[in-house]
């Protein structure tokens, strides 16, 4: 029997298109996020395999619940996290909720409508900044926020690789009656370059990605913890830099991704933005 180790990408967190556990983030933190991310990480790669069959994934999923859920022998990354959540008093139900959207990819590979596309999100993105949040014992009220901002991330994923996924997986995350009402077909992602249509559904899901982002701009301000604060402005400001690229760039024939050195300076922008309102905040509070 094949482990989910044997699945493995290879891809470890500093290859993500935002930040993991960065250095903003608290330190005695960030081992038990890095827990969170490797085994999302291995679910991830098990769901994303080009040649394992459905039963196969299905089963190494199956035995990462197993682990998380306590099961000596299981999975050892299901196994590290639950300790790491027992420890600290933690829920494993994002971990589960995980699981669920890496089932989903397994077995479903198109989505009718947005709506149908924010409830994947509900699971395969929201429950990754939910756990940052009460690992940092920040309240749930806090939670619209996020999954808002988590959406936006994960739509902006979805568009930039829209081509690989069809390609590679046939994985198709674009709403198919937005591909309809704009005459596109599924097949229009495997081309080189977009056709118009094509481009007209990238930036109108960019549009919603943008609405998305902006319910989210409030979600920094509102978290306590100063440093975690700075790492969710850096991420917001990335995600709006990104969907402004997705309305320019056609992410079948050009780059959309940030270099290096623009990540650098869009971070920069976003975690200073952050500082100055706090300061500013703090200032007031004290005038």
Known sequence: MTSPDALASGKGHRDENFPVASRLVRPELRPAILAFYRFARAADDVADHATAGVEEKLEQLARMEDGLRGKAGADAKGEALHAVLRTRGLSDQHALDLLEAFRRD??????????????????????????????????????????????????????????????????????LDTLAAQGASVEALGETRASPALRKVIVELAQRTSALLDQSSVFAGAIADRRLALEVGVIQTLAESLTARLK????????????????????????????VSRFARLFGARS
């Open 106 to 175: 397994v077995t479903k590979n198109r989505y009718a409508d947005w709506a149908e596309l924010m409830d994947y999100c509900r699971y395969s993105a929201a429950p990754v900044g939910r756990f940052v949040l009460d690992l940092h014992g920040e309240p749930r009220t806090l939670w619209p926020a996020n999954d808002a901002l988590c959406a936006g991330l994960q739509v902006v994923n979805h568009l930039q690789d829209c081509a690989k996924d069809y390609r590679a997986l046939d994985r198709v995350y674009i709403p």
């Open 248 to 275: 320019r760039f056609d992410p079948l024939s050009e780059r959309v991704h940030h270099t290096s050195l623009e990540t650098a300076f869009w971070a920069v922008r976003g975690g200073l933005g952050v500082a």
